[in-house]
């Protein structure tokens, strides 16, 4: 268990912050990205004693949002929430992602780790995993699966899932998760792949069914959710994350202001509570910690991008 860190206001540093800190999410409303950044924002004030502004960029699987963080100003007003996909799979994927994520970026904290979810709208004949691999092997290609967008490990998965399973079914990307939940929930495709803090509030209302998970193990409201490794599938084990990042130049004394506000933020009991029980883990480590994950990361998908043969022009 994380230590709760103190709900002590936070003395500004050399006059910083003297400002609102403008956080980017670089996806539209209503996905996992958007949500954790809002709960998150919304306590951070307590400790800077400055607000907290959330804007929306998204497009081109979050990249238009990360370019804009890239270009603007390294003053530390303003941050970046990204994710796996964006940092660790667009520069690979696409042709020009616009950024490069370890020249362009230094990282603040990494907030959380969690799995993805397979799950379908409650009135779906797919009651089980075993019933959906049942109906892709029967029927190859006539079962659609949503994700946020082309690129993202939520697509990925489903590569890897069709070549190393046979489970293929026909990718639907989306502009971000808020779409690709509301056109399952109305019956336009058939099963939706994407994080956990996405579609946790859909499971819990019971709008949702959830088949399987992606991490090693069970957690949150997906404790009675079984892992694919559980049902036999090797090769599955795919974990997403969050984190903070500022502009490249961004002085150092800043982003260690930086990591020690949102660190003790995430430590609050209300929001470790929020991300754990959205089916995350909460991570809330070191700058430096987050810079060696997101080196490592960078070298394993790029290596799936390539197995897959996916790529964005």
């Given at each position: 268990?994380?230590?709760?860190?103190?709900?002590?206001?936070?003395?500004?540093?050399?006059?910083?912050?003297?400002?609102?800190?403008?956080?980017?999410?670089?996806?539209?409303?209503?996905?996992?990205?958007?949500?954790?950044?809002?709960?998150?924002t919304t306590r951070l004030p307590e400790l800077t004693g400055q607000s907290a502004v959330v804007e929306n960029r998204g497009g081109a699987g979050g990249n238009i949002g990360a370019k804009a963080v890239a270009d603007a100003k390294a003053d530390g007003y303003t941050v970046l929430t990204a994710q796996v996909s964006l940092m660790a799979v667009n520069p690979s994927l696409?042709?020009?992602?616009?950024?490069?994520?370890?020249?362009?970026?230094?990282?603040?904290?990494?907030?959380?780790?969690?799995?993805?979810?397979?799950?379908?709208?409650?009135e779906s004949p797919y009651k089980t995993f075993a019933d959906l691999a049942a109906r892709t092997k029967s029927h190859p290609g006539t079962v659609t699966y949503a994700t946020p967008g082309n690129g993202t490990l939520s697509h990925l998965f489903g590569?890897?899932?069709?070549k190393?399973?046979?489970?293929?079914?026909?990718?639907?990307?989306?502009?971000?998760?808020?779409?690709?939940?509301?056109?399952?929930?109305g019956h336009q495709v058939d099963v939706l792949v994407s994080s956990t803090a996405s579609v946790a509030?859909?499971?819990?209302?019971?709008?949702?069914?959830?088949?399987?998970?992606?991490?090693?193990?069970?957690?949150?409201?997906?404790?009675?959710?079984?892992?694919?490794?559980?049902?036999?599938?090797?090769?599955?084990r795919f974990e997403d994350w969050y984190g903070f990042f500022a502009p490249a130049g961004t002085p150092p004394e800043r982003v260690a202001y930086l990591n020690e506000a949102l660190v003790r933020t995430l430590r609050m009991?209300?929001?470790?509570?929020?991300?754990?029980?959205?089916?995350?883990?909460?991570?809330?480590?070191?700058?430096?910690?987050?810079?060696?994950?997101?080196?490592?990361?960078?070298?394993?998908?790029?290596?799936?991008?390539?197995?897959?043969?996916?790529?964005?022009?």
């Amino acid at each position: 268990m994380l230590p709760v860190a103190s709900a002590e206001p936070l003395p500004q540093r050399n006059g910083f912050p003297s400002q609102p800190i403008r956080f980017i999410s670089p996806f539209p409303p209503g996905g996992g990205n958007d949500g954790t950044t809002r709960f998150v924002t919304t306590r951070l004030p307590e400790l800077t004693g400055q607000s907290a502004v959330v804007e929306n960029r998204g497009g081109a699987g979050g990249n238009i949002g990360a370019k804009a963080v890239a270009d603007a100003k390294a003053d530390g007003y303003t941050v970046l929430t990204a994710q796996v996909s964006l940092m660790a799979v667009n520069p690979s994927l696409y042709a020009s992602a616009g950024f490069d994520p370890l020249k362009n970026f230094v990282p603040i904290t990494q907030i959380n780790a969690a799995p993805l979810a397979l799950v379908v709208a409650a009135e779906s004949p797919y009651k089980t995993f075993a019933d959906l691999a049942a109906r892709t092997k029967s029927h190859p290609g006539t079962v659609t699966y949503a994700t946020p967008g082309n690129g993202t490990l939520s697509h990925l998965f489903g590569v890897v899932l069709g070549k190393d399973s046979g489970i293929e079914m026909t990718h639907v990307p989306y502009k971000g998760a808020g779409p690709a939940i509301t056109d399952l929930l109305g019956h336009q495709v058939d099963v939706l792949v994407s994080s956990t803090a996405s579609v946790a509030g859909m499971l819990q209302s019971g709008k949702m069914r959830a088949l399987a998970v992606t991490s090693p193990r069970r957690i949150g409201v997906f404790a009675k959710v079984p892992t694919l490794e559980e049902l036999g599938y090797p090769n599955t084990r795919f974990e997403d994350w969050y984190g903070f990042f500022a502009p490249a130049g961004t002085p150092p004394e800043r982003v260690a202001y930086l990591n020690e506000a949102l660190v003790r933020t995430l430590r609050m009991p209300e929001v470790s509570r929020l991300i754990t029980d959205g089916g995350s883990e909460v991570v809330a480590g070191t700058a430096d910690a987050f810079a060696a994950q997101l080196q490592q990361d960078i070298v394993r998908w790029a290596r799936v991008v390539k197995l897959s043969g996916a790529k964005i022009d």
